[in-house]
């Protein structure tokens, strides 16, 4: 992979991971374990966050753990419930506000960026499409509610790859979108703001840390515009969701050329808004999902520094954030 980082290596995968089959039961700790590389999403028809997926450092940087448990947020308690599909980190998750399914693309395991769609279905993986062609990890991949597709944009299809290619999916199959867009780039930010009926990219990075990115894209279904370079620094791996409330992006923290950083930042579709400079320890991969139901965002873990992850929860109410002990 091409997430090798000059300042801490902090963003590789080097080791293989098993599959393991569902369960429907499972008693074990509080909390989620420390990861980075996993994925939050929003469980609307449950009012939860849900997360899965990822992986962590073992002895070192020796080894690494990847995981496919699932875990639920109320906004008090994380609870388990089981373990869903194959241990992977570095896939995105979408929901279909339509179908009322989640669904996963990309990826990375067994030493190899993954090109599945996957919709879950009776607690299982169902898998709908697997293009080699289209291998990803850490891509965009978000719902377009107005127009009914999945999108997909970047991420890195092998060591020294990465893609500049929109897909989209329209229930049947991918389809190719023919136009230009961001140049190719992984570990970004990307949303759907369901307000402006766009989707919402910004920064990641090219090849290598030293092609790190700050400009701002949106696209349409039509077009991808290049709408400012103007607002957070450039950065690497930041969390980002969308607050649908307020219609705005929300984006914290990322790797710059400095060093983690823990600023928290919104676009409104017209300007960047740098909204705090304190709460979670700075840090890359610190994933968040919005919680509309208690208009709350939802951030974590995360890596704090190489090799060193964090399984911290955090909420951000639109002025502040607080630690969820």
Same mark, same amino acid.
């Given at each position: ?33 420390? !990861?980075? *590389? *996993?994925?939050? #999403? ?79 279905? /009776? ?5 709908? /499409? ?15 509610? *107005? ?21 989209? &999916? ?14 190719? !780039? ?13 989707? @919402? ?15 701002? &894209? ?6 991808? #515009?290049? @709408? ?64 509309? *139901?208690?208009?709350? @965002? ?25 630690? #969820?002990?």
């Amino acid at each position: 992979m091409v997430f090798k980082i000059k300042f801490l290596a902090a963003l590789t995968f080097l080791v293989s991971a098993m599959p393991r089959e569902v369960e429907t039961a499972f008693a074990g700790p509080a909390v989620p374990s420390k !990861r980075a *590389h *996993h994925e939050l #999403i929003y469980d609307e028809a449950n009012k939860r966050v849900l997360l899965t997926g990822g992986s962590t450092p073992l002895d070192g940087g020796k080894s690494f753990e990847f995981f496919n448990d699932v875990w639920s947020f109320d906004g008090e308690n994380w609870a388990q419930s089981g373990f869903s599909g194959d241990k992977r980190s570095g896939f995105r998750m979408a929901y279909s506000t339509k179908s009322k399914k989640f669904y996963s693309f990309g990826g990375f395991s067994n030493n190899t960026s993954l090109a599945d769609l996957r919709v879950l279905e /009776s607690g299982e993986w169902k898998t709908m /499409s697997d293009d080699v062609n289209m291998r990803a990890a850490e891509p965009g991949f978000v719902y377009d509610s *107005h127009r009914d597709r999945l999108v997909a944009f970047g991420g890195s299809g092998a060591r020294g790859v990465v893609n500049d290619i929109t897909w989209e &999916w329209d229930g049947a199959a991918w389809k190719k979108w023919e136009g230009s867009g961001p140049t190719g !780039r992984q570990a970004f930010a990307m949303i759907y703001d369901s307000k402006r009926k766009k989707v @919402v990219l910004f920064g990641g990075m090219g090849l290598t840390p030293d092609q790190t990115d700050s400009d701002t &894209w949106e696209f349409d279904g039509a077009q991808w #515009i290049k @709408v400012t370079s103007e607002g957070p620094s450039p950065r690497i791996s930041p969390g980002a969701c969308y607050d649908s409330k307020r219609g705005m992006m929300i984006v914290f923290g990322g790797m710059t050329k400095n060093g983690f950083v823990g600023d928290t930042w919104g676009w409104d579709g017209k300007l960047w808004k740098k909204l705090a400079d304190s709460g979670p320890a700075p840090r890359v991969m610190g994933y968040m999902a919005y919680d509309k *139901h208690r208009d709350k @965002v939802v951030l974590f873990g995360g890596r704090l520094g190489w090799p060193n992850d964090a399984n911290d929860t955090w909420e951000w109410d639109g002025r502040q954030w607080k630690e #969820i002990k």
